[in-house]
């Protein structure tokens, strides 16, 4: 499981005293812990799927953060993120392109939007971004 493997490259990374890389595992256990709880609540199990989720968010976050430290000129900073972002987008699956969405969904009987965001939520979770199905769509 995806939190197994994470867990375990945080201590590696404490035993190879890599502090950027443990900034960010920390922070991403914390979040999958989290979102454990919640679920648990519901009386559910949290999936890779749901770790994938936590994974973008923490990524977009990143990026916002990087783009912040670059417009007030810390590169120093700007560069710890980007390292983290990599080693955060380790444990993303492969992300479907452009074209297998399109072709996904001219595969579907019903391509209406809320239909079509449905499917891709059931099926394709954690494997596609979902602002970029709707983009693939609107352009069909």
């Known amino acids: 499981m995806l939190y197994d493997e994470i867990k375990k490259a945080n201590v590696q990374a404490l035993k190879d005293k890599d502090a950027v890389a443990r900034s960010i595992y920390s922070v991403l256990l914390n ?13 559910e199990e949290i999936a890779d799927a749901d770790i994938s989720n936590i994974l973008q968010k923490a990524i977009k976050e990143l990026q916002d953060e990087k783009a912040n430290y670059e417009k007030v000129g810390n590169m120093e900073e700007s560069g710890k993120i980007a390292t983290q972002i990599e080693i ?10 452009d074209e297998e969405i399109k072709d996904i969904i001219l595969s579907l009987e ?9 499917h891709f939520k059931q099926n394709y979770n954690g494997k596609c971004d979902m602002r970029k199905v ?3 769509l609107k352009g069909i």
């Open 134 to 136: 709707q983009e693939v």
């Open 31 to 43: 979040k999958i812990k989290l979102e454990e709880i919640k679920k648990r609540e519901k009386g």
């Open 88 to 97: 955060a987008s380790k444990y993303l699956p492969k992300m479907l392109s």
């Open 110 to 118: 019903d391509k209406s939007i809320p239909a079509v965001m449905k």
